[in-house]
Nanobody, 120 residues
Framework: QVQLVQSGGGLVQAGGSLRLSCAAS??????MGWFRQAPGKEREFVAT????????YYADSVKGRFTISRDNAKNTVYLQMNSLKPEDTALYYC???????????????WGQGTQVTVSS
């Protein structure tokens, strides 16, 4: 059974840090990444990473603050979030697919989502 299981959300003050994890079971994926969605807003792409070449892409809104990484042995992708802002408050979703393009547009699989709340 293919599953993406997320962990690591929570509440943090502005300027703080959190790390999200997403563990894939059942198979490996060519690319994995992260999205977020705030109440009343469209789903927003955050970052992707490929498994074979380790190519990384970030949304402009998180460049310099967020870092996506992977652990091949654990088949897990991480999102290290530093210098958090209230605008980062959202439900964060892990995603996986056959390429970075697929993940950024129509992911094959989604995690269950985890809430990140940044207070002022």
């Amino acid at each position: 059974q293919v599953q993406l299981v997320q962990s690591g959300g929570g509440l943090v003050q502005a300027g703080g840090s959190l790390r999200l994890s997403c563990a894939a079971s059942g198979r490996t994926f060519s690319a994995m990444g992260w999205f977020r969605q705030a109440p009343g807003k469209e789903r927003e792409f955050v970052a992707t990473i490929t498994w074979s070449t380790r190519n990384i892409y970030y949304a402009d809104s998180v460049k310099g603050r967020f870092t996506i990484s992977r652990d091949n042995a654990k088949n897990t992708v991480y999102l290290q979030m530093n210098s958090l802002k209230p605008e980062d408050t959202a439900l964060y979703y892990c995603a996986a697919g056959s390429s970075s393009s697929v993940v950024r547009t129509t992911p094959d699989y989604w995690g269950q989502g985890t809430q990140v709340t940044v207070s002022s």
